[in-house]
């Protein structure tokens, strides 16, 4: 017998189920306080993301160095400077700066209006 033969879009697809299920499986590790198998899960998913060149599911944090789900308040600081957010990892001190330039030019755009 013959395989069947599974379209590149069902294989992204079933990647993407199995990505959000570790993520959110490693976050409620994560806050249960075992961050090993919070870090293998993650460091699963990031294995099936780039094998298959899927994107991370929306709002997933983590840490890009360590694997570490990344949970404000328990294991990382969340800043506001300078119109970034600065996300500080306590696991392995690195910090993630992201903008947040959308905001700014949306409120910027309504007060021109007026």
Not at 7 to 33: F, P, Y
Not at 51 to 59: A, L, Q
Request: proline share 4%; glycine share 6%.
């Amino acid at each position: 017998m013959s395989r069947k033969k599974v379209s590149n879009n069902q294989v992204r697809g079933i990647a993407r189920k199995r990505m959000t299920i570790l993520v959110r499986m490693s976050e409620n590790e994560a806050l249960g306080g075992d961050m090993t198998r919070a870090k293998r899960y993650m460091t699963i998913a990031r294995r099936i993301s780039g094998r298959n060149k899927v994107p991370m599911p929306e709002g997933a944090m983590y840490c890009r160095h360590c694997s570490t789900p990344l949970v404000p308040g328990l294991n990382c600081r969340v800043r506001l400077r300078n119109h970034r957010i600065g996300t500080h990892c306590l696991e392995c001190d690195s910090i993630r700066r992201t903008p947040y330039l959308m905001e700014i030019k949306e409120r910027r755009t309504c007060r021109q209006e007026r």
